[in-house]
Nanobody
Framework: VQLQASGGGLVQAGGSLRLSCAASGFIFRIDTMNWYRQAPGKQRELVAA???????NYADSAKGRFTISRDNAKNTVYLQMNSLKPEDTAVYYC?????????????WGQGTLVTVSS
């Protein structure tokens, strides 16, 4: 399983970025994909999730500003981030969990840094 995240960078407050995560090594279309982030000195937190049925879930901090989507033909999950705030500054990781319900294993991408300047 490989998850390759990209799209991070430096942006001014109010700007937008689109993160991408290219996946391989598993049956992408049947798995839930997640975006997490970790800010300096803070715990990693779930930002958004999208199921195989394209149901989505967002952290309160992301609702109305971020949109998660997936392209099963490209084995890629996206995170469109609009109206960015300095508090969105973090390393963003894509994630999936694979395996039987009783023994799922987490897989993580390498992370992509998002820096939002005020």
């Amino acid at each position: 399983v490989q998850l390759q995240a990209s799209g991070g960078g430096l942006v001014q407050a109010g700007g937008s970025l689109r993160l991408s995560c290219a996946a391989s090594g598993f049956i992408f279309r049947i798995d839930t994909m997640n975006w997490y982030r970790q800010a300096p000195g803070k715990q990693r937190e779930l930002v958004a999730a999208i199921t195989a049925d394209v149901a989505t879930n967002y952290a309160d901090s992301a609702k109305g500003r971020f949109t998660i989507s997936r392209d099963n033909a490209k084995n890629t999950v996206y995170l469109q981030m609009n109206s960015l705030k300095p508090e969105d500054t973090a390393v963003y990781y894509c994630n999936t969990r694979i395996g039987p319900p009783s023994n799922r294993r987490n897989y993580w991408g390498q992370g992509t840094l998002v820096t939002v300047s005020s």
